[in-house]
């Protein structure tokens, strides 16, 4: 088994390692064939990789002070995201576990939680910026309403799957409704919540990336708005590759979690 699972590994690693090559020769080929500026060669990208943390010129001159860099604007992303998903993973639970709960909660919670849906997550940017401006506040909340929103329906649905036979089955043995949210059903629409959270993590750092690209005062997409005017391409390609390396490391570190979190039900499967 154990030879098995590391030799699934080493392929894995090594075909993945061949698409990362051949984009980088496809990338490397395209950047002779166009102007510097307007694609600059991976080797470029790469030598400005770690120095863009600290120190550039072009973000200096755009926010008039300090050398520049990015690492105060992505320690301020990391930390919009992290309260966003986790008020709104808090919150989504709560309301989904109320609404199924109680049903007068439910009717009363349905149609305004169903028109707060209807509403596209990136049409709530103008509105957040039109009330709270393009402070870090308006980053949370918009992130806070899309996971909010997207836990509550996904947990409603896990807990109609799990309200007949092991509910049933807690009931026969004596549990009352709030042993058998609290015992059963809790327990239960847990492990049915790592997708959605997963799928929500992801689609939240690129809608902020995207709210503070409009129209933020802080964050990594203030700076790319900050750069592209600049055409600076070769850190605009940087930045970028910052974010795309934090999402794979949110969604590694996020798995890493939630199976130490749920190990009960790994061992069980």
Same mark, same amino acid.
Not at 40 to 64: M, N, T
Not at 120 to 134: A, E, Q
Not at 139 to 157: D, F, H, K, P, R
């Given at each position: 088994?154990?030879?098995?699972?590391?030799?699934?590994?080493?392929?894995?690693?090594?075909?993945?390692?061949?698409?990362?090559?051949?984009?980088?020769?496809?990338?490397?080929?395209?950047?002779?064939?166009?102007?510097?500026?307007?694609?600059?060669?991976?080797?470029?990208?790469?030598?400005?990789?770690?120095?863009?943390?600290?120190?550039?010129?072009?973000?200096?001159?755009?926010?008039?002070?300090?050398?520049?860099?990015?690492?105060?604007?992505?320690?301020?992303?990391?930390?919009?995201?992290?309260?966003?998903?986790?008020?709104?993973?808090?919150?989504?639970?709560?309301?989904?576990?109320?609404?199924?709960?109680?049903?007068?909660?439910?009717?009363?919670?349905?149609?305004?939680?169903?028109?707060?849906?209807?509403?596209?997550?990136?049409?709530?940017?103008?509105? !957040?910026?039109?009330? *709270?401006?393009?402070? /870090? $506040? +308006?980053?949370?909340? =918009?992130?806070?309403?899309? %996971?909010?929103? #997207? &836990?509550?329906?996904?947990?409603?649905?896990?807990?109609?799957?799990?309200?007949?036979?092991?509910?049933?089955?807690?009931?026969?043995?004596?549990?009352?409704?709030?042993?058998?949210?609290?015992?059963?059903?809790?327990?239960?629409?847990?492990?049915?919540?790592?997708?959605?959270?997963?799928?929500?993590?992801?689609?939240?750092?690129?809608?902020? !990336?995207?709210?503070? *690209?409009?129209?933020? /005062? $802080? +964050?990594?997409?203030? =700076?790319?708005?900050?750069? %592209?005017?600049? #055409? &600076?391409?070769?850190?605009?390609?940087?930045?970028?590759?910052?974010?795309?390396?934090?999402?794979?490391?949110?969604?590694?570190?996020?798995?890493?979690?939630?199976?130490?979190?749920?190990?009960?039900?790994?061992?069980?499967?």
């Amino acid at each position: 088994m154990m030879n098995s699972r590391l030799a699934k590994t080493i392929k894995r690693f090594l075909l993945g390692s061949i698409g990362i090559g051949v984009v980088l020769l496809v990338w490397a080929w395209a950047s002779t064939q166009l102007d510097p500026y307007r694609l600059p060669s991976p080797w470029q990208v790469a030598g400005d990789f770690v120095p863009i943390l600290f120190q550039s010129r072009e973000i200096a001159a755009q926010e008039a002070q300090g050398a520049g860099g990015i690492a105060i604007a992505m320690a301020t992303s990391v930390i919009t995201l992290l309260l966003g998903l986790s008020l709104g993973v808090v919150t989504g639970l709560a309301l989904g576990l109320l609404m199924t709960y109680s049903r007068r909660i439910g009717w009363l919670l349905d149609l305004p939680t169903r028109l707060v849906r209807a509403v596209p997550p990136f049409g709530l940017i103008p509105f !957040v910026l039109i009330w *709270l401006g393009t402070t /870090q $506040v +308006g980053g949370v909340l =918009v992130i806070w309403l899309y %996971v909010s929103l #997207l &836990v509550m329906t996904n947990a409603m649905n896990a807990v109609e799957n799990l309200r007949g036979a092991p509910a049933q089955f807690a009931r026969t043995l004596g549990a009352s409704k709030r042993q058998v949210y609290r015992d059963v059903i809790l327990p239960g629409i847990l492990p049915e919540l790592v997708g959605p959270i997963r799928v929500a993590l992801a689609f939240s750092w690129g809608l902020l !990336v995207v709210a503070e *690209l409009v129209g933020g /005062q $802080v +964050g990594l997409g203030r =700076v790319l708005s900050e750069l %592209v005017p600049a #055409l &600076v391409t070769d850190q605009v390609i940087t930045v970028t590759l910052w974010i795309v390396l934090l999402g794979l490391v949110f969604d590694f570190l996020y798995m890493r979690i939630q199976r130490r979190l749920l190990y009960w039900h790994h061992t069980t499967r």
